[in-house]
């Protein structure tokens, strides 16, 4: 049997599946880059969160539109979306990339979270320190004479 290879360069892509809790709110994603950025900001923190961002065109939403809610504070920019019932956040949009997609790789029901997690490669991310990192994540250059934000 041949060995498969994990390798998260080569890997191919892979949908995968996730929801909320109570299940009002499913979506799939497709998976082409295989990292999970796992962020310290005051939020992720205490959600724990952690990010697959993808593009809007890898992300589709099955159900649950009407189940959603939004939280947003500091910036405003990312909308922390939580399902309404259960109060899970299964995904946002992120103020790092405001188009595309955030998913918690902890709201993904294909496999438990330690071999999912095997797939990945886990890049921590200093976001409580948000404006000095942020190029980072994103081609942005560094916010330079900002006002002292903590992170989204
Ligand atoms: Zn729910």
New binding site residues.
């Given amino acids: 049997m041949a060995m498969q290879d994990d390798s998260s360069a080569t890997r191919r892509p892979q949908i995968f599946h996730g929801?909320?809790?109570?299940?009002?709110?499913k979506f799939q994603v497709r998976v082409e880059q295989f990292e999970i950025i796992d962020c310290n900001c005051s939020i992720c923190q205490k959600k724990g969160f952690l990010h697959l961002i993808v593009p809007p065109e890898q992300f589709e939403l099955l159900q649950?539109a009407e189940?959603l809610q939004t939280y947003r504070f500091n910036t405003g920019v990312a909308q922390h979306h939580f399902?309404g019932?259960?109060?899970?956040a299964p995904f946002y949009r992120p103020r790092s990339h405001p188009q595309h997609y955030d998913v918690n790789a902890r709201c993904l029901d294909d496999e438990p979270l330690e071999v999912l997690l095997q797939h990945f490669e886990v890049q921590p991310f200093d976001g409580r320190h948000w404006e000095q990192n942020i190029h980072q994540l994103t081609d942005q250059p560094p916010v330079e004479g900002h006002e002292r934000l903590r992170e989204s």
């Avoid at 929801?19 to 709110?25: D, I, K, T, Y």
């Avoid at 019932?85 to 899970?88: A, L, T």
Wanted: glycine share 28%; with cysteine.
């Fill in positions: 929801g909320c809790h109570c299940g009002a709110v649950g189940a399902c019932i259960c109060g899970i």
